[in-house]
Structures are given as C-alpha cells and as structure tokens.
C-alpha cells in the first residue's frame, strides 16, 4: 500500500506505545490516540514510518500499522 503525505489514515491495530515525532522523540501511552481517531500524514521517514498529526500530537508510526481512512477490508 502507497501512501502519501496529506491523506487521512487511522490505526489498524493498538499500539504497545507511541513515539513523537519531536526533534527529541520521548515514549508517550497508546492511549492518545484511538483506533477510530483519524489523523493525516505529514511527513515520510526512512524504514517505512510515517508523521502522522493526530488531535493529541504528532506521532512516528510504521506504515504497516496504517490504513487509509474509510478502506473497509
């Protein structure tokens, strides 16, 4: 799956943690961010992760752990 910066995406699955996208990244709970919570990608990093803008911050999340808001599988 191709995604691209500006699209809507949202979790497939619950995290173990989130780690910010801070210059300084710091270990945050999962529970900032919710399994229906939409959010959009704002920035590509290397080894497939993603910045994604999220209503509680900006987190780094693999891609694999993405889907594309409103894709049903």
């Known amino acids: 799956m191709k995604l691209s910066v500006g699209e809507k995406v949202s979790l497939q699955v619950p995290l173990p943690y989130l780690k910010t996208a801070d210059p300084i990244s710091m270990?945050?709970?999962?529970?900032?961010?919710?399994l229906d919570e939409v959010g959009v990608i704002i920035g590509i990093r290397a080894?497939?992760?993603?910045?994604v803008k999220f209503r509680r911050g900006n987190?780094?999340?693999?891609s694999e752990r993405l889907k594309i808001f409103g894709m049903d599988d």
Request: hydrophobic share 45%.
């Open 47 to 51: 080894n497939n992760l993603l910045e």
């Open 27 to 34: 270990l945050r709970p999962p529970d900032l961010v919710s």
């Open 59 to 62: 987190f780094l999340i693999p």
